[in-house]
């Protein structure tokens, strides 16, 4: 098993030589923190600034000092940052927050584990944003950031044109001709082009459009949300209505827990209608070309039955999803099957196989769903199991959610927390909270799948789902139902031996076996999210392209909503919480380059 690059090496009570600090006033601790860390910033005292985070701290930042997503490491690693952009960056005005749900407070992470959370707002010579800092107790009684976190939240002078700043004219007549005038961008190109009318492609054009980017969104399905509503029947959100609320637009009270994919199809179209986007469907590039003198792409657009448009634009936006093109495995014999044999990505429903027999090759989300809709079809259904598979029941992941989505706690301030720990904290974090989990809610799952033979896993390095998601974008299933099926019998299980041939009635494997079956669906994920970008950029810009999706070596998504490697080439990928986040920073980015206060220099330390 490879390294972990993020051992366990939490600043326990133990390792930091105290006892339990329970008696404490947060506030207090916080306050004093905060004046010390402030005066050390504000006279850029760079050793008093590094004497107030334990040795092996982080700093964790999202636009705001490096106008990228960075993770410094180490004393050394932030005085590199603060050398370099401390008085470039002019952050001042650090004042801590005390409202109800951001004010400071202790928590009791582990038995053994306690930190003061406390948050700041700050400024910074183009904006606004907001810091968390995460403090633990030393013997002396004094009290040292293990990491804190640094996000850009506003543009000073192009703030969102929201709230108080929203437009104000009344409109007499002819909104609809301007809209259509608006839509068909008539008189000018859009500055961007975001390629995908999803949920990452919508937020992100909403972002942009709210901060005054002139913003174009294409997509090659007939209607908006079609990525969604094209996809199987039985498809349902794994993750609770909080965590995926849309930016601007919240779904309402009467909105169920998780999500059927239909509804948020619908959803996503009302959104763009709602929020006036402007989005062309069933439309295709059939040509791009970069111009580096001038930094703006040329883009034949094929519209389908109402002909061809060439744009100049600053900026493409790929938000074509996490993966590139299916993965099917090459398979020997494919052409003796007299059965039907598809991509989950093509499948639709189980009722179109009542009577049949079926096998799932996959073990993952999507795998469990199509099984499951065999299932409740009373289809012969058999999962093929290639390797071992993450299990968490909805409840334990509702559980991890609720810490901070929950009803009548607001998104932003929730997103700001969930992405306040560094990768390699949150990994430690979970290292232990998965055996955990496993020994006690979700036992009696996992111990059913273990006497019926289905292989079960703690994910990457231990670190269970955050992990599988984060750095490989799958290898879990979100347990909805299908695991006591599994467990009952009534999903079969095969795993254990290769595949090693399609036969005329099904597949048979390396020990000998055969099964059999009408109908083969292989839930065996998506290539490389890159695939779209290379068809539509080609070669040359795709050979300068950094890995996109995964993590980088300071624990940051790679290539997303960040700059990827080419100027004016950018990804927006990720589940709908991500999306709503980062569809902010990058859009303040792009506003940052076209306002002329974003040069690439500055996002090299």
Known sequence: MATDPFPQRLPTLDRLGVTDPSNVSPSEVATEWLNAFSAAITQSDTAAVIDLFLEDGFWKDVIALTWDFRTFEGSKDIKKLLDARLVATGLHELCLLREPLNEPVLQKVYHDFVWVRLCFGFTTKH????????????????????????????????????????????????????????????????????????????????????????????????????????????????????????????????????????????????????????????????????NDSTKTWTVEVNRGGEGTRVLTVKHLV??????????????????????????????????????????VVGSCNSAHDIAQDFCNHGVDITMYQRSSTFVISTQSVAAMLGAVYKDDFPSELADTYNTSLPWAVVRRLHQRMVPMVAESVDKDILDGLAKVGFKTNFGIHGAGIMSLFLERGGGYYIDTGASKS??????????????????????????????????????????????????????????????VWGMDEEGQSAGVWRYCGHDGLWFANGNLALSRFHSLHLAMQIKAIEEGILNKADVVI
């Open 318 to 359: 790929f938000a074509t999803g996490s993966g590139g093109r299916p993965k099917f495995p090459d398979i020997p014999g494919k052409g003796s099957f007299k059965g039907s044999a598809v991509h989950s990505s093509e499948f639709k429903s189980a009722a179109d196989h009542i009577g049949k027999k079926a096998i």
């Open 486 to 547: 599994i467990i009952d019998g009534a999903i079969k299980i095969k795993n254990g031996s290769a595949i090693e041939s399609f036969t005329e009635n099904g597949l048979r494997f390396a020990d000998g076996t055969e099964l059999q079956a009408d109908v083969i669906v292989f839930a065996t994920g998506y290539g490389d999210p890159r695939d779209f970008m290379r068809e539509v950029c080609g070669d040359e810009v795709a050979s300068k392209i950094t890995k």
């Open 127 to 290: 904006g606004k944003g907001t810091g968390v800092v995460y403090l633990v107790p030393l013997p002396d009684s004094k009290w040292k950031a293990y990491t804190l976190f640094t996000c850009l939240d506003a543009l000073t002078d192009f703030p969102q044109k929201i709230g108080p700043l929203r437009n104000k004219e009344a409109d007499h007549g002819g909104w609809e001709e301007k809209r259509r005038q608006e839509i068909e961008f008539s008189n000018n190109d859009p500055t961007v082009l975001v390629i995908g009318a999803g949920h990452s492609g919508l937020e992100t054009a909403a972002r942009l459009k709210y901060i005054g980017i002139p913003t174009l969104v294409i997509d090659k399905k007939p209607r908006v949300g079609d990525s969604w509503r094209d996809r199987y029947k039985a498809l349902c959100l794994h993750d609770t209505i909080w965590y995926n609320q849309t930016p601007y637009l919240n779904f309402p009270p009467t909105w169920p827990m998780y999500t059927p994919a239909a509804k948020l199809a619908d959803w996503l179209e009302g959104y763009a209608k709602f929020l006036e986007l402007d989005v062309w469907t069933a439309s295709t590039i059939t040509k791009t070309s970069w």
